[in-house]
């Protein structure tokens, strides 16, 4: 059974601390695996949180980019792509970020993994709208985040090119997956039967693939309207909102839900449908890794199983493709209940069984979670049979704590008491 200790670092953080002095002390202290972001989102770093960078000398706060790449690429590789699909080289850290950490992270002895955020991608879905995935009104799914449609044929050139880029450029031990799935309607007071009516995507080209794999979609996108016009119409004439503190009144809508699903084999078929389009992308980039460096490990970074339907991601389908599966299941920063923890371990490893992948489980480090919070969310996910646990993040997380919980857990891993 692998025993792992990981840790998601950005590549500023790479750049301004240096690649060699970060690798020293994450291997200092216990760490068999390191990814860094290759490329990644626009996002406040450190938020929800205090918005500190803790480790980084020449910034305190910081907003990355939108959709930097972190190495050197090369136009003509691309340049059979739509100009909107094109590579963005980072404008701040412009250098081989990806290249330096390797060579560092390696050279301690440590797994340097290559993490990928790929289906979302703003800039792209702006230049041309008709890239991304929408809801059953024309709506990307999302707020800020835009993602683009997995069916599409240009998206899945992107990806092929993305990929294909960093198994012939550098010699990696893995390679990590990030955004594989679609938007999640990101909705407060939230009546489950609307989020239903708002999933993605239902662009021309999804209905065109539904429908040619025997769905009857006009009848779905009747159905999916009709849902949310239900809530429409109720909170019209009877403003009523499931509030957080309310478990009496979410939980009967979920039920409610329940029935839906239970009765709809449609709207189930769809869903099913929706996450196969997902499995397609993911079976094209193993058989890419296969391909043209078959030791690479393929990762990718999953929604919690209670709730991945919601974002197609079927861990039966991935598990398949994939060696290795991370779910993030932060608790403190995000008012969510550690009792989920064992919980979602157990059902993950439920529908991996037979599949030979192996569940990481990520820990929120930052503020407001104290070494003792990391500890218990880190040893209720190992209790449960995760194969090892990544700390999220090393620039979130004040040293003090990315110390005493390292060195509390790189004990555990090893099964020895540090009581
Ligand atoms: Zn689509």
Redesign the pocket.
């Known amino acids: 059974m692998p025993r792992i200790l990981g840790v998601w670092v950005h590549a500023w953080d790479v750049a301004d601390v240096g690649a060699e002095t970060i690798a020293e002390e994450l291997s200092r202290l216990g760490f068999t695996h390191v990814s860094m972001c290759v490329r990644y989102v626009e996002e406040r770093q450190c938020w929800p949180g205090p918005n500190i960078l803790f480790r980084n000398p020449r910034r305190l706060t910081y907003t990355s980019e939108e959709s930097p790449f972190y190495w050197p690429v090369s136009e003509e590789r691309y340049s059979k792509l739509p100009p909107p699909l094109r590579p963005r080289t980072s404008r701040e850290y412009s250098g081989d970020v990806v290249g330096e950490f390797i060579e560092a992270v390696r050279a301690r002895g440590l797994k340097a993994i290559l993490w990928l955020p790929l289906l979302r991608f703003e800039a792209a879905v702006r230049e041309d709208p008709s890239l991304a995935?929408?809801d059953v009104w024309g709506s990307v799914a999302d707020y800020k985040r835009l993602f683009l449609?997995?069916?599409?044929k240009e998206v899945r050139n992107f990806i092929a090119v993305v990929v294909e880029d960093l198994l012939s450029r550098y010699e990696f031990d893995e390679l990590e997956l990030d955004y594989i799935r679609y938007p999640r309607p990101p909705v407060t007071y939230a009546y489950p039967k609307a989020v239903l009516s708002m999933l993605?995507?239902?662009?021309p080209?999804?209905v065109a693939r539904a429908e040619a794999a025997g769905i009857d979609t006009r009848e779905l996108i009747r159905r999916l309207r009709a849902y949310g016009e239900e809530v429409r119409e109720l909170i019209n004439k009877v403003a009523t909102y499931p509030l957080p503190s309310d478990a009496d009144f979410t939980t009967s809508l979920l039920h409610d839900l329940m029935r839906i699903l239970a009765e709809d084999p449609l709207v189930v078929r769809w869903l099913e449908f929706r996450a196969s389009l997902i499995e397609e992308v993911v079976t094209l980039i193993r058989d890419k890794v296969k391909e043209l460096n078959p030791k690479v490990t393929l990762s990718a970074d999953l929604y919690p199983p209670s709730a991945s339907w919601l974002v197609g991601q079927d861990y039966r389908r991935l598990g398949k493709l994939l060696d290795r599966v991370k779910t993030m299941l932060y608790t403190r920063q995000f008012g969510a209940s550690p009792s989920r923890i064992p919980y979602e371990v157990a059902l993950g490893l439920k529908q991996l069984r037979g599949c030979g992948a192996d569940l990481i489980v990520g820990v929120g480090s930052w503020p407001p979670a104290t070494v003792g919070d990391v500890v218990s969310d880190a040893e209720a996910a190992l209790r449960a049979g995760a194969h090892g646990i990544y700390l999220y993040s090393y620039g979130w997380t004040p040293k003090a704590v990315l110390h005493e919980a390292a060195k509390l857990l790189s004990g555990s891993l090893r099964g020895v008491s540090h009581e």
């Open positions: 995935a929408v449609c997995p069916s599409r993605a995507c239902l662009c080209h999804c």
